[in-house]
């Protein structure tokens, strides 16, 4: 039949391409802290860019998260895709692939507070975020902070105490933009 034949060639966006892969949300965030390698790539075959800008170890090559770590307000933006397939900055690399989109003016407007509970490295986090969203002045900031601790873990004898802070300024123009962001996540474990 020829409508089967050329149906083949379309390209359909399904529902579960709509949202987040959930194989990929577990074997980079879960299961990362077991080593776990994306199609047995080591992680210096992983790419990360952050606001465009390549954010992989200078002289491991490796991807490491912690640099940021805690922040989960402002770096939801993000583009993942597994193997030699392309992405906002890139052609891809052979592992994991992932584009954070961290601007100011491209983070929901207001205010949010998170208190979370969890049995991880951490047992508390706390988090604040203030986001003003690209004004008609054309522009947009963003605060977030926040701290996670346990004074023993889901390990006996373990503490953890960090920290993290962000914040970012943008000047949007008709067809660029100027943008400056601080970020830094210091971490102490025993």
């Not at 891809?92 to 100011?104: Q, R, Y």
């Amino acid at each position: 039949d020829e409508n089967v034949s050329s149906a083949g060639s379309q390209s359909v966006s399904s529902v579960l391409v709509a949202a987040r892969d959930p194989y990929m949300q577990a074997a980079t965030f879960g299961w990362g802290q077991y080593f776990f390698r994306m199609r047995g790539y080591e992680n210096d075959n992983n790419l990360l860019y952050l606001n465009g800008v390549p954010m992989n170890d200078l002289e491991e090559g490796g991807v490491f998260f912690n640099s940021w770590s805690g922040l989960n307000d402002v770096f939801r933006g993000r583009t993942v895709s597994l193997g030699l397939a392309p992405i906002e900055n890139n052609f891809g690399g052979l592992g994991l692939n992932t584009s954070l989109d961290a601007s100011a003016s491209n983070q929901r407007k207001g205010i949010r507070l998170t208190y979370t509970s969890t049995n991880r490295n951490y047992s508390n986090r706390i988090m604040a975020t203030l986001n003003s969203g690209l004004m008609k002045n054309g522009w947009a900031y963003s605060l977030s902070i926040s701290k996670r601790w346990a004074q023993e873990a889901n390990i006996a004898g373990t503490t953890y105490d960090a920290y993290g802070y962000f914040a970012a300024l943008e000047k949007r123009f008709k067809h660029q933009g100027l943008s400056v962001m601080f970020v830094g996540a210091p971490i102490s474990r025993g």
